[in-house]
């Protein structure tokens, strides 16, 4: 009996094991066929959907492949069958875009509008990608204050599988902010408060100002400025305690009532330095510090008291440091004691750097003045020296730097935002005077062209004595790389009444400019004109002399050495200039011309700094040929 009942086992054993491999063979993918394809290769489709030959078939697998191939955002539809061994994809492209288009907007120019969307022409469609483009452009209307702005998308469909996407733009009035209410304040006025504050209410001579457009992430940068201006005289407990913004009834304008906690005033109590770094002297430091004890309190000294210790840290090559600001209050004597930790800091990398603010500027050509890049290692120093340069670019009526920590321990993200201001001028005046009579004067000038950072300027006037022309244009980056290319034509006539002769200059110039170290570089320069100088008919005899047509073939360079803290506003060091140019590679003159400038500049206190400046050239002819008249140097007025 026991013998029969170990036969049965075995036998079902046996069975089962070959129906399971039986179905095995049954559910194994030994073919793949995939239809509807146009433009993507089949390899490329089963790389995305992760199969491969001989793999068991299951409803888990069909569910992942279906997931994969609709997160590559490729496909508008996708059925998946599996029969005889053999896996059956039946796939449906996303068309491609042929063109872009934008209706109705008149505020916004398209150029801006296509910075700001990633489906351009020839990407594949997506729906969710037109989903996060008009959430983009509606956010760039918003900080234009129309926030009521909608966009509709519609799609002309073409032929092989090609379409048209258009965005339908109802643009909405500027929502203005009507009023600020300030409710709690004893202290400061609100006016005062107001007045710190970037946010602006409408009134008749701000009716064209911007700052009155209602914007809530520069209302939140408001309450910052606010507790910042109410932390930098003494009230080290501010807060806000509410703020609302109510659309009024039957307008087009908010209402902001912004309530407020002032708290007690603040000085300062006892400060103290302690230090682990050896180079670094603790009676030096706290000597070098803008906290003074017993004086009001102020949090931006604070702060310009760790910029300071970071200075000297730098100087003496400690780059990554960690200062610690520890406030103690001492609320029976409403004094705040400072105790500041200097430590030597674990090294800190850059994780991620994020630009927002420039709805014009093109991300590049803010990046470009970092020489920091994603993974390098956080150095404060350079961090400043970009927020300079960026500066100096004179885009932006605001440039903060932000420096958040993020999950891992060892990075931080730097987060660049900027304000941007107008960069173009059009200018047009009329004048009279005695020497020259009437006057007209035409300018266009552009430092930020396209966004891109190229400068192109157009000037002229014109006069009873003087007709001058000027045409310039500069890529700062020509290439992407550090190279500035300059190139500028001219043209000026000059007929003084103080002499008895007349000059005409016509011409044009190109330049070079690159780096050769870190605060040195070097332009390199060509110029090619004529000048001309006719003499009057009473002119006198020396006059005369000075008469005839010269053209100019000239070559120069320029060595800079910038030791500056600051190219944006310096408070320390020099700035060293020689320019050296040689007329004679053709033409008719021959002349060597040397021109030196010195700028040094020194802190004198908190809000005065000095600075001294001096240049000085001169100009010599050769082989018997000298410079034309319109080359010499002139005194001032």
Excluded: C, H
């Amino acid at each position: 009996m026991r013998l029969i009942k170990k036969f049965i086992y075995l036998f079902l054993f046996i069975f089962a094991f070959n129906l399971n491999a039986v179905a095995s063979d049954l559910d194994k993918i030994d073919e793949i066929n995939i239809e509807g394809l146009q433009r993507i290769d089949v390899e490329t489709v089963i790389s995305y959907a992760n199969i491969k030959y001989g793999q068991i078939y299951t409803d888990e697998l069909g569910n992942n492949i279906l997931k994969d191939l609709f997160d590559t955002n490729l496909f508008s539809n996708i059925q998946i069958s599996f029969d005889q061994n053999a896996l059956n994809i039946e796939v449906q492209e996303n068309p491609t875009v042929n063109l872009v288009k934008f209706k109705g907007n008149t505020k916004i120019k398209d150029e801006e509008l296509l910075i700001e969307i990633s489906l351009k022409e020839r990407s594949v469609y997506s729906r969710t990608k037109v989903k996060k483009d008009i959430e983009r452009m509606l956010s760039l209307y918003q900080r234009s204050g129309r926030l009521s702005t909608e966009i509709n998308p519609t799609v002309e469909v073409l032929d092989n599988n090609r379409v048209n996407l258009v965005y339908e733009i109802e643009e909405s009035d500027v929502t203005k902010v009507s009023s600020i209410i300030i409710i709690g304040n004893e202290t400061f006025s609100s006016s005062k408060i107001k007045s710190v504050m970037k946010t602006k209410e409408r009134t008749f001579l701000r009716y064209l100002s911007s700052s009155t457009n209602y914007d809530p992430d520069k209302l939140e940068y408001d309450k910052q400025l606010v507790t910042q201006f109410y932390n930098n005289n003494g009230y080290a407990d501010f807060k806000f305690v509410s703020s609302i913004a109510q659309l009024k009834p039957n307008t087009n304008t908010f209402e902001i009532i912004l309530k407020l906690d002032e708290g007690k005033v603040y000085n300062f109590g006892e400060v103290s330095v302690s230090t682990e770094l050896k180079k670094l002297n603790e009676e030096y430091i706290l000597g070098n510090l803008f906290i003074v004890e017993n004086e009001l309190f102020d949090s931006s000294k604070i702060r310009d008291s760790i910029d300071q210790i970071r200075e000297i840290a730098e100087l003496e090559g400690y780059s990554f440091i960690e200062i610690n600001p520890i406030t103690n209050k001492d609320n029976l004597n409403n004094k705040i004691n400072i105790e500041i930790a200097i430590n030597e800091g674990p090294r800190v990398y850059i994780n991620n750097i994020n630009i927002a603010g420039n709805t014009r500027t093109i991300d590049k050509v803010i990046r470009r003045e970092f020489n920091l890049s994603e993974g390098d290692a956080y150095n404060k120093f350079v961090i400043n020296y970009a927020k300079d340069s960026i500066r100096a670019l004179d885009f932006f009526s605001e440039v903060e730097i932000f420096e958040p920590k993020t999950e891992y321990p060892d990075k931080v993200d730097i987060n660049i935002i900027v304000e941007e201001k107008n960069t173009g001028e059009a200018t047009i005046g009329a004048g009279y005077s005695s020497s020259t009579d009437a006057s007209l004067q035409f300018g266009l000038k552009e430092n930020n062209f396209l966004g891109k950072g190229q400068k192109v300027n157009f000037t002229s006037s014109f006069s009873n004595t003087r007709n001058t022309y000027n045409i310039g244009i500069t890529e700062p980056y020509f290439n992407n790389k550090d190279l500035s290319l300059t190139t500028n034509f001219y043209s000026n006539f000059y007929d003084p009444n103080s002499v008895n002769y007349e000059t005409e200059e016509i011409g044009f110039g190109v330049s070079a400019s690159f780096p050769i170290a870190v605060d040195r570089r070097v332009e390199t320069r060509y110029s090619l004109f004529n000048s001309e100088v006719k003499a009057d008919s009473n002119a006198t005899a020396y006059e005369r002399l000075l008469s005839g047509s010269d053209t100019i073939s000239m070559m120069g360079y320029s060595f800079i050495y910038d030791r500056r803290n600051s190219r944006y506003k310096p408070s320390r060091g020099f700035k060293f200039r020689i320019n050296q140019d040689i007329a004679g590679v053709g033409g008719t003159s021959n002349y060597i011309k040397n021109n030196f400038e010195f700028d040094t500049y020194k802190r004198l206190s908190k809000n005065l700094i000095g600075a001294f400046k001096i240049e000085a050239g001169n100009i010599n002819g050769y082989d018997g040929k000298y410079a034309p008249l319109s080359s010499n140097y002139k005194l001032g007025g």
